[in-house]
């Protein structure tokens, strides 16, 4: 069992950055394939990004590239997420997820891939 609690959302505008955070307990946490996804007002919840469980390989949504950037820390059981150049459209509910590894990285991609999820953290970026 694994339980995800995410942190660092909130209120900035266009042009800014925040980091989220994700605390995951358990000890099997360096064993895990994270993920990023995010669910906008009104629609689907939506891939944003992903981490090797050894945090040596990335994978991103073409929405996020070259602005947020996935990192893990093994040793302190925690996945971030930097997100700089910040768009209203990136205004959402941000969620980590944890997944079993044992495929290619571009198929945690699907949110069926992932066991485990936290609550949420509401990241809402002003024009």
């Known amino acids: 069992q694994v339980q995800l609690v995410e942190s660092g959302g909130g209120l900035v505008q266009a042009g800014g950055s925040l980091r989220l955070s994700c605390a995951a307990s358990?000890?099997?946490?360096?064993?895990?394939?994270m993920g990023w996804f995010r669910q906008a007002p009104g629609k689907e919840r939506e891939f944003v990004a992903t981490?090797?469980?050894?945090?040596?390989?990335?994978y991103y949504a073409d929405s996020v590239k070259g602005r947020f950037t996935i990192s893990r820390h093994n040793a302190k059981n925690t996945v971030y997420l930097q997100m700089n150049s910040l768009k209203p459209e990136d205004t959402a509910v941000y969620y980590c997820?944890?997944?079993?590894?044992?495929?290619?990285?571009?198929?945690?991609?699907?949110?069926?891939?992932?066991?485990?999820w936290g609550q949420g953290t509401q990241v809402t970026v002003s024009s």
């Open positions: 997820a944890a997944g079993r590894t044992g495929e290619i990285l571009r198929y945690y991609t699907l949110q069926y891939k992932y066991n485990y």
């Open positions: 358990g000890r099997t946490f360096s064993s895990y394939t």
């Open positions: 981490i090797s469980a050894s945090g040596g390989s990335t």
